[in-house]
């Protein structure tokens, strides 16, 4: 377990109620203990364990809440749970990870008195609600709309996130609706993109359509690497050949983009297509309100959504073009968001 101080030890106390905010990634979970502040949680600490080396969610939270109780004397009687998978009453069939989650066995085990289940890109929504100027970068800016438009988010990094934000007049918060748009099918443009989709069927052996998720997520880059290796007539560099010899092939593409060409190629088709996924949200959800990026690829790689290939993909529609050029799009650089939103689920959600 690497534990996070987030605030002076001293002030840890000041706060009347306290909340665990839970992100289960393919990748890693992430757990954050929150203080409530005139209804907006705070984050204090936060810990961090790889999701594949769990048991269960129950060990995490169990050492977690253990810590903060020992260490503090602070009591967590109460948690919001964001996972990466299919949500479905007290239960959440995980995508990329060996276990499951199953909210009556984590009642049981931890001895919380209350848990909130939602997708992990629901959290996010959530968290939307109390970003801070600070915690955004205006990536494609647009004219105000007046009211309350629909916002959405979405999220390359492991998987592919999204959800759609619909503003409750009565509670005065945008609620975020479960998406699984991630795996909708890819909608393919030019013959370079057919063959492209062809070779992903036949990496991983499969008839079945491809969706966004295996183009937009860390494996997707080293799909679209390995097809430009094949398909294209670039020179071999001390860059490629470092890279081919890696079984972690993704963090190296993106640190080598702007020094290779096959490396840069691969991103301009990846941003291409990030472009599309984000329009094509746009235009199914009318997020007039504006997209909101988030996930670990776009935080390490923020200059990539100022290539010209990603806006003039935005643009690129035959019908709506001035509605896509009027939505704003942004980009979370605060990577506690999805605590900080667990945490506010559990303040508007009933279990």
């Given at each position: 377990?690497?534990?996070?101080?987030?605030?002076?030890?001293?002030?840890?106390?000041?706060?009347?109620?306290?909340?665990?905010?839970?992100?289960?990634?393919?990748?890693?979970?992430?757990?954050?203990?929150?203080?409530?502040?005139?209804?907006?949680?705070?984050?204090?600490?936060?810990?961090?364990?790889?999701?594949?080396?769990?048991?269960?969610?129950?060990?995490?939270?169990?050492?977690?809440?253990?810590?903060?109780?020992?260490?503090?004397?602070?009591?967590?009687?109460?948690?919001?749970?964001?996972?990466?998978?299919?949500?479905?009453?007290?239960?959440?069939?995980?995508?990329?990870?060996?276990?499951?989650?199953?909210?009556?066995?984590?009642?049981?085990?931890?001895?919380?008195?209350?848990?909130?289940l939602l997708n992990d890109f629901q959290t996010i929504g959530y968290g939307?609600?109390?970003?801070?100027?600070?915690?955004?970068?205006?990536?494609?800016?647009?004219?105000?709309?007046?009211?309350?438009?629909?916002?959405?988010?979405?999220?390359?990094?492991?998987?592919?996130?999204?959800?759609?934000?619909?503003?409750?007049?009565?509670?005065?918060?945008?609620?975020?609706?479960?998406?699984?748009?991630?795996?909708?099918?890819?909608?393919?443009?030019?013959?370079?993109?057919?063959?492209?989709?062809?070779?992903?069927?036949?990496?991983?052996?499969?008839?079945?359509?491809?969706?966004?998720?295996?183009?937009?997520?860390?494996?997707?880059?080293?799909?679209?690497?390995?097809?430009?290796?094949?398909?294209?007539?670039?020179?071999?560099?001390?860059?490629?050949?470092?890279?081919?010899?890696?079984?972690?092939?993704?963090?190296?593409?993106?640190?080598?983009?702007?020094?290779?060409?096959?490396c840069r190629e691969t991103f301009k088709f990846f941003i291409k297509f990030?472009?599309?996924?984000?329009?094509?949200?746009?235009?199914?959800?009318?997020?007039?309100?504006?997209?909101?990026?988030?996930?670990?690829?776009?935080?390490?790689?923020?200059?990539?959504?100022?290539?010209?290939?990603?806006?003039?993909?935005?643009?690129?529609?035959?019908?709506?073009?001035?509605?896509?050029?009027?939505?704003?799009?942004?980009?979370?650089?605060?990577?506690?968001?999805?605590?900080?939103?667990?945490?506010?689920?559990?303040?508007?959600?009933?279990?």
């Amino acid at each position: 377990m690497h534990i996070n101080l987030k605030i002076e030890e001293d002030q840890m106390k000041k706060f009347d109620k306290y909340i665990l905010g839970i992100d289960v990634g393919g990748t890693y979970t992430n757990l954050g203990i929150t203080g409530v502040y005139k209804d907006k949680p705070v984050l204090l600490l936060s810990t961090v364990f790889e999701t594949k080396q769990l048991a269960s969610l129950s060990t995490a939270i169990i050492e977690t809440i253990q810590y903060i109780e020992e260490r503090y004397s602070i009591k967590v009687r109460e948690a919001g749970i964001g996972a990466a998978g299919i949500v479905t009453g007290k239960k959440a069939e995980l995508t990329h990870i060996p276990w499951d989650i199953d909210l009556d066995e984590i009642t049981k085990s931890t001895g919380l008195s209350k848990i909130v289940l939602l997708n992990d890109f629901q959290t996010i929504g959530y968290g939307v609600n109390i970003l801070k100027k600070e915690d955004i970068v205006e990536v494609k800016p647009s004219r105000e709309i007046e009211g309350y438009p629909n916002k959405a988010v979405v999220g390359a990094g492991t998987g592919l996130g999204k959800t759609i934000l619909v503003y409750d007049r009565d509670r005065k918060i945008y609620h975020p609706i479960h998406s699984e748009g991630g795996h909708s099918d890819f909608p393919v443009q030019n013959r370079e993109e057919l063959e492209l989709i062809e070779f992903i069927q036949n990496k991983i052996k499969t008839d079945k359509n491809i969706c966004y998720e295996e183009l937009l997520s860390g494996r997707g880059i080293e799909y679209i690497y390995s097809f430009i290796r094949e398909t294209r007539n670039i020179s071999d560099t001390i860059y490629t050949r470092e890279i081919d010899e890696t079984d972690e092939k993704t963090p190296l593409i993106s640190k080598y983009r702007k020094v290779d060409e096959t490396c840069r190629e691969t991103f301009k088709f990846f941003i291409k297509f990030y472009g599309r996924c984000i329009k094509n949200f746009i235009l199914e959800t009318m997020a007039r309100g504006g997209i909101y990026i988030a996930g670990g690829i776009a935080y390490k790689n923020r200059d990539i959504f100022q290539m010209k290939e990603f806006i003039d993909e935005i643009h690129n529609s035959i019908y709506r073009e001035k509605l896509l050029r009027d939505t704003p799009v942004y980009l979370i650089v605060n990577q506690d968001i999805s605590l900080l939103g667990a945490s506010l689920a559990v303040l508007y959600m009933e279990e």
